[in-house]
């Protein structure tokens, strides 16, 4: 018995695999500012799970359960990166300095909040708003 590869198969193999692309990619966020990654490659990562998405399901489906608009994403994203160097001036330090405090979170305990990962977390809306915007533009139709 020969198996056919239907939609089926690819649509149960993004349920599992986009919650893995995204945990990866939200590892990869928050490792940023210590190690490699940051807001560009975690937001590449987002970005090719919700393609993923968008290939295995229809465009509406995934625009219903998703009703993002990733043109604001990305200005929001613009917004926030801009604001934390800017921040910077009212302390009269460098554009874009940073700094970081240790706080005891619970279940966490001791946890560094730096301000670099709010700078990140901008780069991450503009890469996910920029590239779902480029991609989806592409991908409809209207002849």
Known sequence: ???????????????????????????????GHHNPGGGFIGGLITASALVLLY???????????????????????????????????????PFLSQTFRYVDLPLLGKTELASAFIFDLGVYMVVVGTTMTIITSISEDDK
């Open 1 to 31: 018995m020969k198996l056919k590869f239907t939609d089926v198969f690819l649509q149960t193999a993004t349920k599992i695999l986009v919650y893995i692309i995204m945990t990866f990619s939200i590892y990869i966020l928050f490792a």
């Open 55 to 93: 290939i295995a399901f229809d465009f509406r489906t995934v625009r219903d359960i998703l009703p993002v608009d990733f043109k604001l994403l990305a200005a929001t994203g613009v917004i926030v990166s801009v604001l934390t160097g800017t921040a910077s001036f009212l302390f009269d330090v």
